[in-house]
T-cell receptor, first 110, second 114 residues
Framework: GQQVMQIPQYQHVQEGEDFTTYCNSSTTLSNIQWYKQRPGGHPVFLIQLVKSGEVKKQKRLTFQFGEAKKNSSLHITATQTTDVGTYFCAGLAAGNKLTFGGGTRVLVKP | DVKVTQSSRYLVKRTGEKVFLECVQDMDHENMFWYRQDPGLGLRLIYFSYDVKMKEKGDIPEGYSVSREKKERFSLILESASTNQTSMYLC?????????????FGDGTRLSIL
């Protein structure tokens, strides 16, 4: 079945630094979604990418969908303590079923 | 704002018990989902439903069943709870669009099976 892998599993970042988390699918996706889960909270939808090569920005967050629609990345610039949490990508291959990656847990050092 | 409400935040049950987890959404969404979340494994889909009385198996349906008698309510049932079903359970809903709509999650139920 479809698999979605995320790396790294953990990301320790100094406040103010940039980092990137990557998402790779075993199959071609029709779209990819990104969610953020704060500690003790539930996943909250951030963004959806649909087109090959698409790039979207939300303030300090930049999301990219690969040309082959099998991978995606999330880049955060000037990390803040409010960025702490786990970031999940979720790919839609067919039907109505999302497959979630294992998540990247982000820890920020002040 | 979409509200997805799960009946319990924390639940402790014993091995062999039949366990019911309830989820209610207030946005008239067609799709509802049950996931379990375990460290390092992300969210794994147990079952989903795209209409009343309809259900589809997800990736890990073994040991679980579901019920959707009303559009707003989706129940997850552990027929005979086992310790390996100790986990965080998340319910989600989304509008029907053939896929690709954001999912809205409840706060989760942390279930411990002793």
């Amino acid at each position: 079945g479809q698999q979605v892998m995320q790396i790294p599993q953990y990301q320790h970042v100094q406040e103010g630094e940039d980092f990137t988390t990557y998402c790779n699918s075993s199959t071609t996706l029709s779209n990819i979604q990104w969610y953020k889960q704060r500690p003790g909270g539930h996943p909250v939808f951030l963004i959806q990418l649909v087109k090959s090569g698409e790039v979207k920005k939300q303030k300090r967050l930049t999301f990219q969908f690969g040309e082959a629609k099998k991978n995606s990345s999330l880049h955060i610039t000037a990390t803040q303590t409010t960025d702490v949490g786990t970031y999940f990508c979720a790919g839609l291959a067919a039907g109505n079923k999302l497959t979630f990656g294992g998540g990247t847990r982000v820890l920020v050092k002040p | 704002d979409v509200k997805v409400t799960q009946s319990s935040r924390y639940l402790v049950k014993r091995t062999g018990e039949k366990v019911f987890l309830e989820c209610v959404q207030d946005m008239d969404h067609e799709n509802m989902f049950w996931y379990r979340q375990d460290p390092g494994l992300g969210l794994r889909l147990i079952y989903f439903s795209y209409d009343v009385k309809m259900k589809e198996k997800g990736d890990i349906p073994e040991g679980y069943s579901v019920s959707r008698e009303k559009k707003e309510r989706f129940s997850l049932i552990l027929e005979s709870a086992s310790t390996n079903q100790t986990s965080m359970y998340l319910c989600a809903s989304s509008p029907w669009s053939g896929g690709g709509q954001p999912q809205h999650f409840g706060d989760g139920t942390r279930l411990s099976i002793l």
